[in-house]
């Protein structure tokens, strides 16, 4: 059967309103470094369809690379121990950084990727995420400076995230019935 109407998946939110949540995002970046260069990092493999989307956005001088990451321990709460599989390709010294994540789930990655870049003495560091569930957060302090939706506790996958490595390339955000143990 066709991926998108298999019946383990309800969709969450739709492609047209994640092009609108996009289109948003762009703005307030142009807003807040008007005149600047932005550099921007996506985090493998789940911001790839996000990232590629923003950056067509924003109208202004962009730079882009990638990090690749794994989290130690197995399932799908996360162990906090993360371990650097792809290194950025270039300094970011002195630049505007903004770390572009899939979601922002407990905080564990992106706490770790935000105290390594951090030592790297960027000028500005800040992060993008497509989606936030502030209700399993381990990392309080821990938010998103741009935001495309908060959603509830469940398990999501398309528009670059997955389960298992599957339905990354589904248009919509959806709920997956049977999340993964
Ligand atoms: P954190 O370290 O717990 O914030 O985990 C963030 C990472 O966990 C994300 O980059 C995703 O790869 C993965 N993740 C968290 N929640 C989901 C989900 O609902 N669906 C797919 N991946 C998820
Ligand atoms: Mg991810």
């Known amino acids: 059967m066709a991926l998108r109407r298999r019946k383990e998946l309800k969709v969450l939110i739709r492609h047209s309103a994640i092009q609108g949540a996009v289109r948003r995002v762009a703005r307030e970046i142009e807003r807040d470094f008007r005149g600047q260069r932005v550099h921007l990092i996506g985090v493998l493999k789940g911001a790839c369809i ?57 905080g564990l990655t992106l706490n770790y990727l935000c105290r390594v870049l951090q030592q790297r003495r960027p000028r500005t560091l800040r992060i993008a995420a497509l989606l936030d569930k502030p209700s399993r957060r381990i990392i309080k302090g821990l938010k998103a ?37």
């Open 50 to 106: 996000f990232l590629s989307d923003l950056i067509r956005e924003i109208d202004l001088d962009v730079s882009l690379d990638f990090m690749a990451v794994a989290s130690y321990g197995r399932g799908k709460q996360s162990s906090g121990q993360v371990r650097l599989l792809k290194d950025l390709d270039t300094s970011i010294e002195g630049l505007n950084v903004i770390l572009v994540e899939d979601i922002l789930d407990t």
């Open 145 to 181: 400076h741009y935001l495309g939706f908060q959603i509830p506790n469940e398990f999501v996958v398309g528009y670059g995230l997955d389960y298992a490595e599957r339905y990354r390339n589904l248009k919509d955000v959806c709920v997956l019935a049977q999340p993964p143990e």
